[in-house]
């Protein structure tokens, strides 16, 4: 996903420049910053997206190892009462 984010952002790049050099109209002014704020949003969407997924696999991680930790306070607690 990233190196499709990478490839559209520099073609819109390489676009823009097309156009404001005039070196050929293969694209229009408007379209060219069109298409690289499209995928600079693309791009900015998955890192966060991929951030997000990060924590969220932090936290159930914690999550599990709180209830390991209540199993064996519970599980000592029986012991020292036996």
Known sequence: MF????????????????????????????????????????????TTKKKERKVEHYEEKIFHLEREVNMLKQHQKQLSEF
Request: charged share 10%; aromatic share 12%.
């Open 3 to 46: 190196v499709w984010c990478g490839v559209l952002f520099c073609l819109g790049i390489a676009a823009f420049v097309d156009s404001v050099l005039n070196m050929g109209e293969i694209f229009r002014t408007v379209n060219s910053v069109l298409f690289m704020l499209l995928s600079l949003a693309l791009l900015v969407r998955t």
